[in-house]
T-cell receptor, first 116, second 114 residues
């Protein structure tokens, strides 16, 4: 069963538009961690954020913000005022230490294209 | 500069050959990982190692082998038993002190079987 679902395969926006990437996860553990990574065309995965299941506060980092809602098992990511450099594949991932030692379960990724 | 290096960036292999992908880190991380990425899919874990001289199979270990003789190095061998080895391979590392430490990734190796 898919533990992390990123329903949006591709999103295309014009520069300066906001874009929200959805991430829905599935776990039976009460302690778990969620991550977002960015994969630019060069291929390397760049770490963006790590959030534990006990911290439901939303977080903002520059133009990036994250909305964590345990009630709906979602951890959505918004890029405000998008730029061409934001074009990449974005992955959401789940870590469940009690039942899935050391493993990250990745979603299939969402490809974001920002047009000038 | 601390980081993870992978070599080569591109690798071509003939069917029936074994090839070894290099992964080196100078972050002083205990844990290292190998993932495989296929087009349109997320990453899948091949092998991971929490400490030197110890490693565990991931979800798709068949046809692959690893070694962990040094803390800094975690090479991956793609054997001829791997039926469909063409893919993008990513190495990662984490402190390993806590099970959920953030994993940091290298630039990847793209393997193509001719």
């Amino acid at each position: 069963a898919q533990k992390v679902t990123q329903a949006q395969t591709e999103i295309s926006v014009v520069e300066k538009e906001d874009v929200t990437l959805d991430c829905v996860y599935e776990t039976r553990d009460t302690t778990y961690y969620l991550f977002w990574y960015k994969q630019p065309p060069s291929g390397e995965l760049v770490f963006l954020i790590r959030r534990n299941s006990f911290d439901e506060q939303n977080e903002i980092s520059g133009r990036y913000s994250w909305n964590f809602q345990k009630s709906t098992s979602s951890f959505n990511f918004t890029i405000t005022a998008s730029q061409v450099v934001d074009s990449a594949v974005y992955f959401c991932a789940l870590s469940e230490p009690p039942s899935n030692d050391y493993k990250l379960s990745f979603g299939a990724g969402t490809t974001v294209t920002v047009r000038a | 500069d601390g980081g993870i290096t992978q070599s080569p960036k591109y690798l071509f292999r003939k069917e029936g050959q074994n090839v070894t992908l290099s992964c080196e880190q100078n972050l002083n991380h205990d844990a290292m990982y190998w993932y495989r990425q296929d087009p349109g899919q997320g990453l899948r874990l091949i092998y991971y190692s929490q400490i030197v001289n110890d490693f565990q199979k991931g979800d798709i270990a068949e046809g692959y082998s690893v070694s962990r003789e040094k803390k800094e190095s975690f090479p991956l061998t793609v054997t001829s038993a791997q039926k469909n080895p063409t893919a993008f391979y990513l190495c990662a590392s984490s402190r390993g002190e806590v099970r959920t430490d953030t994993q940091y990734f290298g630039p990847g190796t793209r393997l193509t079987v001719l």
